[in-house]
C-alpha cells in the first residue's frame, strides 16, 4: 500500500493497542502501529515492569508481533498517546525500527486527536547504524 491511505486504519489499530497498554508506573500509554510490506498492520503497547528499566515501548512491542508474524519489512509506523503533544519515538525505538525500515520510511507522529506530524526515519535517525553497514 503507498500513498497515506493506511492512516485511518494505523490511527485505529494504535488506538486499540494503547487501550491494552501496561503503565502503571508512568501514567502514560502509548500505541503503535506498524505497516508491513506485505500490507498486513501490526500494533503493541507499551508494558512497564516494577524493575523499572525492564519496561518496553509500543514500538518494541509492535516490532515483535510483526516480526512473530514472519514480516521483516517496514513500510510505515504511527505512534499515538494521550494528550495535546505529539508523541515521538525514544532513541532506541528509532533503532529498532530503521533495523526493519529504511531512511525514508514514513513515521506518522500523533496526539491523541490523530496525526500531527509525518516524517521520515531518516529524519529521526540520521546516519542511522542498520543492516547494510554490516553488508546485510
Ligand atoms: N514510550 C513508548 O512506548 N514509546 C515511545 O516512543 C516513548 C515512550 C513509553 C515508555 C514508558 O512506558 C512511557 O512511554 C513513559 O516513558
Do not use: W
Amino acid at each position: 500500500m503507498t500513498g497515506d491511505n493506511h492512516i485511518p486504519a494505523l490511527i485505529a489499530a494504535a488506538q486499540k493497542a494503547r487501550t491494552h497498554a501496561y503503565a502503571p508506573y508512568s501514567g502514560f500509554t502509548v500505541g503503535a502501529a506498524l505497516l508491513g510490506a506485505g500490507g498486513a498492520i501490526y500494533s503493541g503497547a507499551n508494558v512497564e515492569n516494577a524493575a523499572y528499566p525492564q519496561g518496553q515501548c509500543a514500538e518494541a512491542s509492535a516490532l515483535g508481533q510483526m516480526v512473530s508474524d514472519g514480516e521483516h519489512r517496514l513500510s510505515a509506523v504511527l505512534v499515538i498517546a494521550g494528550g495535546p503533544l505529539l508523541i515521538t519515538p525514544c532513541g532506541g525505538c528509532r533503532q529498532r525500527l530503521f533495523e526493519f525500515g529504511s531512511a525514508g520510511t514514513p513515521v506518522h507522529l500523533c496526539a491523541e486527536h490523530g496525526v500531527v506530524q509525518t516524517i521520515s526515519l531518516g529524519e529521526l535517525l540520521p546516519l542511522g547504524f542498520g543492516p547494510s553497514t554490516l553488508g546485510r
